[in-house]
């Protein structure tokens, strides 16, 4: 049987224990074991493995013994309770195997999780799961988290009632996270907000999003956007003395730079632009763009990207200059326009 959409959704949050076997299969290896995890946890509870109602079998190893599935799916486990036989990283190669064992499978026998990588519509081991109505064939693709996937996250961290604006806000993170991030992001806020029942706030989300820059290039990028021509000086010595290339940066600064042009040209503010970015932009350091925004104006930050620009390609030039006196030139020149 194939699963797909919000029958596929339903099913791995509260599975159907009468199936045989469940294949999980996809281009993402992280999405896949997160829909693993969540499905073998829905099944047999997270006290299994402790329990031995749990049984992993790598496919390297069934391929050298196949009796070790069905073997697997018919024992009896000391523990009262369900069971579950998790073959992880199966292929195309092993399809008479399973095969055999959704043949071989009672009422009585573990469920067998298996997972795999993309499976064409042609593939064999596919179609075995999806032809037998006692399996299900689920395939994980890169589409981001929807709001039922948000809100089952928030609610295994133990976040009741998110308000609307929250979930827009941890919507528009998972279109920039990858699901392993995402996933740790909602429970850091979870571990965050424990014992504590005021409103969840940007401010929250921000704080427990993973950091995706160095702090001190990020720093250096703000005094330049504030005007602190002497942090720019400090800044730009500790990073160089870390190692950190001038072209490193630029890039860095036009980065940083180009997110504060589109703020200052978008139609309803500079606060609804920030918060559209990619990644979006939460918390004080939204309220912190937003005044560097407002202190430039559109028309010096397109000067500062101007002048990133061609110093970017001074440095990457064949007519090598000081790049060190370079960059630190153009940041200074940057950090002043506003009195100019």
């Given at each position: 049987?194939?699963?797909?959409?919000?029958?596929?959704?339903?099913?791995?949050?509260?599975?159907?224990?009468?199936?045989?076997?469940?294949?999980?299969?996809?281009?993402?290896?992280?999405?896949?074991?997160l829909?693993?995890?969540?499905l073998?946890?829905?099944?047999?509870?997270?006290?299994?493995?402790?329990?031995?109602?749990?049984?992993?079998?790598?496919?390297?190893?069934?391929?050298?013994?196949?009796?070790?599935?069905?073997?697997?799916?018919?024992?009896?486990?000391?523990?009262?309770?369900?069971?579950?036989?998790?073959?992880?990283?199966?292929?195309?190669?092993l399809?008479?195997?399973?095969?055999?064992?959704?043949?071989e499978?009672?009422?009585?026998?573990?469920?067998?999780?298996?997972?795999?990588?993309?499976?064409?519509?042609?593939?064999?081991?596919?179609?075995?799961?999806?032809?037998?109505?006692?399996a299900?064939?689920?395939g994980?693709?890169d589409?981001?988290?929807?709001?039922?996937?948000?809100?089952?996250?928030?609610?295994?961290?133990?976040?009741?009632?998110?308000?609307?604006?929250?979930?827009?806000?941890?919507?528009?993170?998972?279109?920039?996270?990858?699901?392993?991030e995402?996933?740790?992001?909602?429970?850091?806020?979870?571990?965050?907000?424990?014992?504590?029942?005021?409103?969840?706030?940007?401010?929250?989300?921000?704080?427990?999003s993973?950091?995706?820059?160095?702090?001190?290039?990020?720093?250096?990028?703000?005094?330049?956007?504030?005007?602190?021509?002497?942090?720019?000086?400090?800044?730009?010595?500790?990073?160089?003395?870390?190692?950190v290339?001038?072209?490193?940066?630029?890039?860095?600064?036009?980065?940083?730079?180009?997110?504060?042009?589109?703020?200052?040209?978008?139609?309803?503010?500079?606060?609804?632009?920030?918060?559209?970015?990619?990644?979006?932009?939460?918390?004080?350091?939204?309220?912190?763009?937003?005044r560097?925004?407002?202190?430039?104006g559109?028309n010096?930050?397109?000067?500062?990207?101007?002048?990133?620009?061609?110093?970017?390609?001074?440095?990457r030039?064949?007519?090598?200059?000081?790049?060190?006196?370079?960059?630190?030139?153009?940041?200074?020149?940057?950090?002043?326009?506003?009195?100019?």
């Amino acid at each position: 049987m194939k699963l797909a959409g919000g029958q596929a959704a339903a099913f791995l949050a509260k599975p159907n224990v009468g199936k045989s076997a469940v294949l999980l299969y996809g281009m993402d290896a992280m999405r896949v074991s997160l829909k693993r995890q969540q499905l073998i946890k829905a099944l047999v509870g997270r006290q299994a493995e402790e329990e031995m109602r749990l049984t992993r079998i790598d496919a390297k190893d069934l391929r050298k013994e196949p009796s070790l599935a069905l073997d697997g799916i018919k024992a009896q486990g000391f523990f009262p309770g369900p069971r579950v036989v998790f073959v992880e990283g199966a292929g195309e190669g092993l399809t008479s195997t399973l095969k055999m064992v959704l043949e071989e499978w009672g009422e009585d026998d573990a469920t067998m999780v298996v997972t795999s990588s993309s499976l064409n519509a042609r593939s064999k081991l596919r179609k075995a799961f999806e032809s037998d109505p006692r399996a299900v064939a689920i395939g994980i693709y890169d589409d981001p988290p929807g709001r039922l996937e948000i809100e089952r996250l928030a609610k295994e961290a133990k976040l009741k009632d998110l308000p609307s604006g929250v979930t827009e806000m941890l919507l528009q993170l998972a279109r920039t996270l990858d699901p392993g991030e995402l996933h740790q992001t909602i429970e850091k806020l979870g571990l965050y907000k424990f014992g504590d029942d005021t409103p969840i706030t940007g401010e929250d989300i921000d704080y427990c999003s993973p950091t995706t820059s160095d702090a001190n290039l990020e720093e250096a990028t703000y005094a330049i956007a504030e005007g602190r021509t002497g942090d720019v000086v400090l800044t730009l010595k500790r990073l160089l003395g870390q190692g950190v290339n001038p072209t490193t940066l630029c890039v860095a600064a036009t980065r940083h730079f180009r997110t504060l042009y589109a703020a200052a040209t978008h139609l309803q503010g500079p606060e609804t632009a920030l918060t559209r970015a990619r990644p979006p932009v939460f918390g004080p350091r939204k309220d912190r763009l937003a005044r560097q925004v407002r202190r430039l104006g559109a028309n010096k930050i397109e000067k500062a990207l101007t002048e990133l620009m061609n110093t970017d390609l001074q440095l990457r030039s064949s007519q090598k200059s000081p790049e060190i006196a370079l960059i630190e030139r153009t940041f200074i020149r940057i950090a002043m326009l506003e009195r100019n």
